[in-house]
């Protein structure tokens, strides 16, 4: 699996994140990159961040690798967004774009990837973190509970109007695999 992130939109979702980019930008993207290493050990996913440099980024797109996660600049007067939606066309590979930006995730959505939302990505990596740091045990009992809330929700709806598309069972499948 691959996952491609808006990086811009995912530090200012995160409230961790914006305290380091108020230092600068370059203390929010080591932030973040720093984060999502933290999660990528621990899953083992293979994990690009796309940051905007359409306004006073260099004229050619600039990669950078950090800890095993691939770091794209967009060149100046492209935005990070189309950057990431080329990358969503060109993989064969199943992809899982992280934003809260509806635009990329309906174009995501349309070319059979998932998108889920920055604050979603934020708690994922926040159990990562957790898992690491030996709270894993009190993260499970919580997620059992949830789990078992959403169960009970569930078992409420009748008929084949309550039945969840192939598309949302495609992204709920892909949604577990994080």
Known sequence: MHIIIDG??????????????RLSLEAGRNALAKSVSHYRKQKGHKVTIVFDGWQGGPVEEERDKLSGIDIIYSRKGEKADEVIKRMVQERAEEVVV???D??????????????????????????????MTGNARHEEERLDK???????ARAKKKGPSRRLSRR????????RKL
């Open 8 to 21: 811009y939109n995912l530090i200012r979702q995160s409230d961790a994140l914006r305290r380091h980019e």
């Open 98 to 100: 992280v934003t809260s």
């Open 102 to 131: 509806r635009d990329i995730a309906d174009y995501v959505s349309r070319r059979g990837g998932t998108a889920i939302s920055s604050q979603e990505f934020d708690g994922l990596m926040g159990r990562a973190k957790n898992a």
């Open 146 to 152: 949830e789990d078992e809330d959403a169960t009970t």
């Open 168 to 175: 949302k069972k495609s992204a709920m499948e892909k949604m």
